[in-house]
């Protein structure tokens, strides 16, 4: 046990110290990589889906960029998940042509947000601020919007009156994963056209993001789904004369499902290469190790507890 915790403290340290900054995008038309770390192997790359700033928080982001670290591959997060950039675009209608949600849509929006996700947070308040009324400052410091009266001095005892005026709110949410979905697609297909030497990608993330690149469509880009489960998608992605594989590894934020599946492909792949495996392996205990370990469930999760328990 004292070894798994200094791991796991080594692990925390890292996701730390690469924290995942929202950088400025050259183009307004698409969505900002919200975090790249170039390795020395150009060609292969990790996805590594964060949530804000609650990185480290969950076990499989310091893992997955050790990993990413031990081989040499660059990681990056292009999953815009109820951040910033998604709720901006969301609230200002971008996804119905600029048609901006009523206020009546917005208190909708927000109740979504805090029944589907707020309920994972052991401090509701610290979520209200840091999901609603930080959202709504920022858009206002921006001049995109003025803030509502009913956001001001918004806490989690009125998120839940507001709640419970509010009826079903489904379809504001499947919208809502349908646009982070699509602006992450836009995202991802023009981080890849522009690392040119990219030619593999694996990746972590929610399960409601796993079909985010199948309908793609873009000028000069093919996408094949080669193989689809509930838990992986494996990717052909043409883009000129470039192929890329794209293999998606879909899970729970804080469960390590889907890091040891990753894990355990990458390590076959360099087995198959004749490269060592050693750290890998390693990292896959750790992540084995985790999966029993009671006290790394996360306090909080941007994950929806819904009856799938899927993202």
Same mark, same amino acid.
């Given at each position: ?61 310091? @893992? ?6 031990? @081989? ?8 815009? +998940? ?45 979520f209200v601020n840091d999901w609603i009324a930080t959202t709504y400052s920022r858009m206002e410091e ?23 005026? @509010? ?20 995202t991802f297909m023009d981080f890849v056209s522009k690392n040119k030497d990219l030619q593999v990608v694996?990746? @972590? ?55 040891? +599946? ?22 896959l205990n750790l992540a084995q190790l985790s999966s029993t370990n009671k006290s790394m469930e996360p306090?909080?999760?941007?994950? +929806? ?7």
């Amino acid at each position: 046990m004292t070894r798994f915790l200094v791991l796991l403290a080594v692990c925390f340290s890292l996701g730390n110290a690469y924290g995942m900054e929202e950088s400025k995008s050259e183009d307004t038309n698409v969505a900002p990589v919200k975090s790249y770390t170039p390795g020395s192997n150009k060609a292969y790359a990790f996805l590594i889906e964060g949530c804000g700033s609650h990185d480290a928080e969950f076990t499989e982001i310091p @893992i997955a960029i050790l990993a990413a670290k031990e @081989i040499g591959a660059s990681y990056f997060d292009i999953i815009h +998940s109820f951040n910033y950039e998604f709720h901006k675009r969301f609230i200002l209608g971008k996804w119905r042509k600029g048609k901006e949600l009523s206020e009546e849509e917005q208190k909708e929006f927000a109740v979504v947000e805090f029944k589907f996700f707020g309920t994972r947070f052991t401090n509701k308040d610290e979520f209200v601020n840091d999901w609603i009324a930080t959202t709504y400052s920022r858009m206002e410091e921006d001049k995109l919007l003025k803030k509502p009266d009913w956001v001001k001095n918004i806490d989690a005892k009125k998120m839940e009156k507001l709640s419970s005026e @509010i009826g079903s709110t489904s379809d504001l949410l499947n919208r809502g994963i349908e646009y982070s979905n699509l602006i992450s697609a836009e995202t991802f297909m023009d981080f890849v056209s522009k690392n040119k030497d990219l030619q593999v990608v694996r990746g @972590i993330i929610g399960f409601r993001h796993l079909p985010f690149l199948d309908h793609f469509k873009g000028d000069g880009i093919k996408v094949e789904v080669a193989h689809s489960t509930d838990t992986f998608r494996w990717l052909k992605i043409t883009l000129g004369e470039r192929m890329v594989y794209v293999h998606l590894h879909g899970g729970l934020h804080g469960d390590p499902t889907h890091i040891k +599946s990753m894990l355990g492909a990458v390590i076959i792949e360099r087995k198959l290469l004749s490269q060592s495996t050693g750290q890998l392996e390693l990292l896959l205990n750790l992540a084995q190790l985790s999966s029993t370990n009671k006290s790394m469930e996360p306090a909080r999760s941007c994950e +929806s507890p819904d009856s799938t328990g899927k993202k």
